[in-house]
């Protein structure tokens, strides 16, 4: 650990390329917790999202009017905003007519911090197009397998749970794939309400140390690590499921 | 044997069925006038909760600032017109050399189009930012780059990837039937591409392309967080020139979100209109 | 596929690490006098020293000396707002010419850009608190959350210091709501902007009770080696500070008491 300290600060006075964050022990400090945080939100947002997904396709399917018009709603309201403005909506403006507690320093603090905030703002961001790719997966199910379902005595939860998602699942894994990517890399959006994710603390320690391009070139390193590494287990879990025969 | 009778089951609701069309709703107006209902509503409801004078109305206050804010909402337009043209040049230069023959320039161009769509935009709006200088010297003439061109480069720069994607995406989904065809009737593989391929794909690329236009101007908010004065600094700077009232919060954010929705929805619904209608029936 | 992310990782990391200087400007004085207009870095989120007008302009104390550095060059002046993230970076640039935007002149920074000597200001940091909260000495923020400003030279210096948890926006706005709402104790800042933030009424209900720390003069910069610009900068700081031209804007602007370093220069070049 020392000599890859030295090696590192040897080369910051002979070069002049400065990575602090691998001789400096506060900022190497500052920029694991980052990645910690990064990784925190990517796989929180990831499973909130999906879920969300899930329950609103299902809710498009239902039978009252209401309820399918109020999903479509939702689903066009955050498709068509930027999911900025929808973060700083819900971490400013929401937190500020919500209901507040008194915490251990005597003020009146929000219910919700700003990590939670991001996670709920990134969940309902990414849900929304989650539920759109899950139910082109259901449309893609071919009538007939669902009449049989209901031939054989499944009810409407049954044949969804049992027949309609491990189909629909085959379907839309790509689509699916293709939005949890763009999940991981909106979670650089918390950046603006300052929830310490590895862009912020990022700019924490170029600001301090004047090392732009150096962590500007670990920032991309590692964001090309962690979408690869979706990629990589998506597509291991789309070839666990291939079955022969089924779709193209 | 005896023959056991099975209860009978009624029919599964129609809207499980595949003959019933899923919910459209119609008037596309009404999300239109659903947000803008809630923003004012919003904001009627925080001018009640506060003590009347001195302070002014939210509503007022909105109506006041909002010159400023749609000037700022129009330049956040024009940095997405400009970032798509940029991003389809370069995207569909790149895209051809993502279908082409020779490996050099098919590997080359899949490096620069994975390494583009794999990095988050704002990552490469700061990129853009720190590290392209003010001003190109090209022989005698010199170029200015104020920041909002560099967000223009920095935003354009993932758009040629996806771009290229949507081009390959449509030239490999045509049959290849066509490209036997052609060949069998004596093109090279050049005027296979221009002349026959490549004009059935612009039809199919259509769809993809505006949709990635819509998430463009959604991404074009990401350059207030690099210092450019669009409408979502300027709703900060709003906010703070009315002394930083908390009830403005809402229904200014409200009022951009509505901005926005205003200019997207109609966009997406038209995308969606093309993609039936240019839906390739087998 | 490893193999290929890995050339892609390496061609990258190459081409950035060798990311150099751009040209050396000529002469921005020449520049400035023959393109008639002087570009100024001002900030426009920090009341009284550069903030917005309803209708759009920037206004206060700095836009104000910049205009007087366009009238000693006999060209006009144009202002863009900058922030203490990109403020240096637009100066190196060459986006503005020069650059009064509340800076503190440090080592650090003086190795960046040319800091003009004399200093013109001076101020150091403080925490803008609601007066319902009972905090006296800085070691009792240890493991408390105060909201700052991105870039900020003491954000570091506070957190390790004395272990308080420092949350930082990209602007003045945000951090205040941020406050407001409760997420913090306190707003980490410049004394003299706490101060000029308090003159509002709404803020009636916030105090600035610790001491300042860590009194930094600010400098008003220039590129690196424009040395007659920075010649005629050093003399027009000066010039100011014998006029007493910013007692008087800080009278204008409604800053209630001079503060001790304008008042010291002032004695000095008289």
């Known amino acids: ?248 | 044997m005896t023959a056991r009778v099975l209860p009978v089951m009624p029919p599964l609701p129609k809207v499980l069925r595949r003959d019933a069309p899923l919910p459209r709703l119609r008037l596309s107006l009404w999300h239109g006038v659903a947000l803008a209902g809630f923003v004012v509503l919003t904001a009627m409801a925080a001018d009640a909760a506060t003590e009347p004078a001195p302070r002014a109305g939210v509503l007022a206050v909105l109506v006041r600032w909002s010159p400023l804010l749609l000037r700022g909402f129009g330049f956040n337009i024009l940095i997405s017109f400009m970032a798509m043209a940029i991003g389809t040049v370069l995207g569909a230069f790149l895209g051809l050399g993502l279908v082409s023959l020779r490996r050099p320039a098919r590997a080359l161009a899949w490096v620069l189009t994975e390494f583009f769509r794999n990095a988050p935009w704002l990552v490469l709006l700061f990129f853009m930012i720190y590290m392209l200088p003010f001003r190109i010297q090209i022989g005698p003439l010199s170029i200015a780059l104020p920041d909002w061109v560099k967000a223009v480069i920095g935003l354009g720069l993932p758009v040629m990837a996806n771009v290229a994607e949507v081009m390959r995406g449509a030239v490999q989904s045509i049959h290849p039937g066509q490209w036997e065809a052609a060949e069998s009737l004596g093109f090279s593989r050049n005027q296979q591409l221009w002349q026959i391929i490549l004009p059935q794909c612009i039809k199919r690329m259509i769809p993809p392309w505006m949709n990635l236009y819509a998430i463009l101007v959604m991404g074009t908010t990401l350059a207030s967080i690099v210092g450019v004065n669009d409408v979502v600094t300027l709703a900060g700077q709003v906010q703070a020139a009315e002394g930083g009232r908390t009830d403005l919060l809402v229904p200014l954010y409200g009022y951009v979100l509505l901005l926005f929705f205003i200019y997207c929805y109609p966009i997406a619904r038209l995308t969606q209109r093309l993609e039936r209608r240019y839906a390739v029936r087998i | 596929m490893i193999r290929r992310r890995l050339t892609l990782l390496s061609l990258l990391a190459g081409l950035m690490m060798a990311a150099g200087a751009w040209p050396a400007r000529a002469d921005a004085l020449q520049d400035i006098k023959s393109k008639g207009v002087l570009v100024v870095g001002v900030k426009a989120d920090y009341p009284p020293f550069g903030y917005r007008a309803p209708n759009g302009d920037i206004i206060g104390i700095e836009p104000d000396l910049a205009r007087d550095v366009a009238k000693r060059l006999g060209v006009k002046v144009q202002f863009v707002p900058v922030v203490a993230a990109n403020r240096m970076q637009f100066l190196e640039q060459g986006k503005i010419d020069l650059l009064i935007a509340t800076m503190s002149d440090t080592p650090d920074r003086a190795r960046v850009v040319a800091i003009v000597k004399p200093d013109y200001y001076a101020s150091g940091y403080n925490l803008m608190l609601p007066k319902s909260i009972r905090i006296t000495a800085w070691d009792q923020l240890k493991g408390k959350p105060v909201c700052a400003i991105q870039g900020a030279f003491y954000n570091k210096q506070v957190a390790e210091k004395f272990g308080a948890q420092v949350i930082a926006f990209t602007g003045v706005a945000e951090a205040l709501t941020a406050m407001k709402q409760g997420r913090c104790v306190g707003f980490l800042y410049d004394d003299t902007a706490i101060e000029g933030q308090m003159l509002r009424p709404e803020w009636s209900a916030y105090a600035m009770p610790l001491p300042s720390q860590d009194a930094q003069p600010w400098g008003l910069a220039v590129r690196m080696g424009e040395k007659s610009f920075y010649d005629f900068m050093a003399k027009t700081v000066a010039d100011w500070h014998k006029t007493g031209l910013i007692l008087k804007l800080e009278t204008k602007y409604g800053i209630p008491q001079h503060s001790k370093f304008a008042e010291e220069m002032h004695k000095k070049y008289e």
């Open chain 1, 1 to 248: 650990m020392h000599g890859i300290a030295a090696w590192f600060r040897h080369l910051h006075e002979t070069t002049g390329i400065n990575l602090t964050i691998a001789y400096d022990p506060f900022d190497r400090a500052r920029f694991l917790h980052g990645l910690l945080v990064t990784l925190e939100l990517s796989v929180i947002t990831i499973v909130g999202s999906v879920l969300v997904g899930l329950i609103g396709a299902w809710l498009q399917g239902a039978r009252l009017v209401w309820t399918r018009r109020i999903v479509q709603v939702y689903i066009q309201l955050f498709r068509n905003t930027p999911p900025l403005v929808q973060m700083f909506f819900f971490y400013f403006g929401l937190s500020s007519v919500l209901p507040t507690m008194k915490n251990s320093f005597g003020i009146q603090e929000p219910l919700v911090s700003g990590f939670g905030w991001a996670c709920i703002s990134l969940i309902f961001f990414a849900g929304a197009f989650n539920v759109e790719i899950f139910r082109s997966g259901i449309e893609a199910i071919p009538s007939s397998t669902i009449e049989a379902a209901e031939a054989l005595g499944y009810t409407r939860l049954q044949t969804y749970l049992n027949v309609v998602l491990p189909l629909a699942t085959r379907v839309c894994l790509p689509a699916l794939t293709n939005n949890l990517v763009n999940l991981i890399k909106t979670t650089t959006l918390a950046y603006a309400i300052a929830v310490p994710e590895l862009l912020y603390v990022s700019n924490q320690i170029w600001s301090d140390s004047v090392n732009v391009p150096e962590m500007m070139v670990v920032l991309l390193v590692i964001y090309t690590a962690l979408v690869g590494l979706l990629v990589a287990a998506m597509k291991a879990w789309e070839r666990a499921l291939r079955r022969p025969g089924l779709g193209t």
